[in-house]
């Protein structure tokens, strides 16, 4: 950091604090960890011990010359759709978690909560099919205006085809949730809460190469333009940001890795292609308007 500039921030990070992963490794049905390998509902990964640490966390960070990330518990794991009580125990557990790891990170780690709006994080993360409840978004999106705090909405647990390869969900079906999640807030929530700020990630699925076929199809330029909704870049790149400059411009762009699921590398790559005022804006400014929301 230097001089009076905002922090450059990661808006979409993953973190598993070591209670956590303790708690996966003990269970018996997904998600849990079996050693070296990540049971979901989706399916079976390979899962490398220390990448969710926060060590990790902060190294990468380091090696990307980014100051702050705001972590967060990815809805694909499904711990939404467990039984409550059981979805309770294991966010209540990562929250804790985190908020230790934010105390001892010298002030480079945030967190958006996970499953329910709680002080003392900058928002929710959320899946996105809970954008698409209007009862249960209703609630979320009043606590977090409430609390000035933002609405983060990730993919949820993907559902491939028999035999489908292993792109099929990230590629597919996660994009397709995030789209359907936002026209879900273009058709209720933006103009109902303008100023809550909310972050889809991965572009909203590429949401913004829909606009088009949105307008043709009847959806009013002032539903479009309404709310206060950012995109996160995580693992696209410079054709892609480019696109969404054109169609937003520059303040609606926010930088998120999806590390350490994916390599940062190219996507920050592509955004500082883009010139150092466009960087700036997308790795520091936007993420800094939503954290001081």
């Known amino acids: 950091m230097t001089g009076a500039e905002p922090p450059r921030i990661d808006v979409h990070r993953h973190v598993w604090p070591a209670e956590f992963v303790a708690a996966l490794s003990a269970r018996r049905t997904p998600p849990l960890l079996n050693g070296d390998r990540l ?93 698409r409840d209007r009862p249960r978004i ?41 789209q359907a999640a936002y026209a879900a807030w273009l058709d209720y929530g933006a103009e109902r809460w303008p100023s809550l700020p909310v972050v889809f990630a991965i572009l909203a699925g590429g949401a913004p190469f829909q606009l088009e076929r949105f307008q043709s199809r009847g959806l009013e330029n002032s539903r479009i333009t309404a709310g206060n909704v950012y995109f996160d870049t995580a693992s696209y790149g410079r054709r892609s940001l480019e696109f969404c400059l054109a169609t937003f411009g520059i303040t609606r762009l926010v930088y998120g890795s999806d590390g350490p699921v994916i390599d940062a ?25 939503i954290l001081a929301a």
């Open 265 to 289: 590398e190219p996507t920050l790559s592509a955004i500082h292609a883009l010139g150092k005022a466009t960087a700036d804006a997308i790795c520091r400014v936007n993420p800094s308007a």
């Open 138 to 178: 209703d609630r979320i999106a009043t606590a977090l205006s409430e609390r000035g705090q933002a609405l983060f909405v990730h993919p949820g647990p993907g559902a491939p085809p028999r035999a489908a390869p292993a792109w099929w969900a990230p590629a597919v079906d996660y994009t397709a949730q995030m």
């Open 39 to 131: 049971v979901t509902a989706e399916g079976v990964f390979g899962f490398e011990r220390d990448a969710y640490s926060a060590d990790r966390c902060l190294a990468d960070l380091d090696a990307n010359a980014i100051d702050l990330a705001v972590v967060s518990l990815q809805p694909t794991l499904g711990v939404d759709r467990l039984q409550a009580r059981e979805a309770a125990g294991l966010h209540a557990l990562w929250g804790a978690g985190v908020q230790d790891l934010i105390l001892r990170s010298g002030g480079r780690l945030s967190a958006f909560s996970a499953g329910w709006v709680q002080d003392g994080f900058a928002g929710l993360c959320v899946s996105a099919d809970t954008v």
